[in-house]
Structure formats: C-alpha cells, structure tokens
C-alpha cells in the first residue's frame, strides 16, 4: 500500500480531479493505518463527486 500511496499521490499532482485515483489513494492510506488521511481523501472524493456511493460506504467503514 505504501508504494501506491506515493504513486497516487504524485499522480494525483497532475489529474486533482480523478476519482478513481482519490479513491484508490483513500483506500490505500487506509490500509496503512493512515485513517485520518484516508478521511480527508474521502471527503475530497465526495467534494467532486456528491453522494458517491463508493465514497459514502468507505467512510462509513471508518466510522465517519
């Protein structure tokens, strides 16, 4: 998880706007351990993307 962390991270540098990439960069943090970053990253999802289910369901994962 944490190389795709600095993958999607750098990746996202370029394309800010790309769902999957905000989506897979959550899930990665998350497997990580890294919850409060997955949080935000899902909450920024949810800012491009209102009510996306994916989102929505990942969040509740965490509690939030």
């Known amino acids: 998880a944490k190389d795709a962390i600095g993958f999607l991270e750098q990746y996202l ?8 990439a905000l989506l897979g960069l959550g899930k990665a943090y998350w497997q990580s351990g890294e919850m409060l970053q997955a949080i935000g ?6 800012e491009l993307s209102p009510g996306n ?8 994962g965490l509690g939030r």
């Open 13 to 20: 540098q370029h394309d800010t706007a790309n769902l999957s």
């Open 41 to 46: 990253t899902f909450r920024r999802a949810l």
């Open 53 to 60: 289910d994916e989102a929505l369901r990942l969040l509740r």
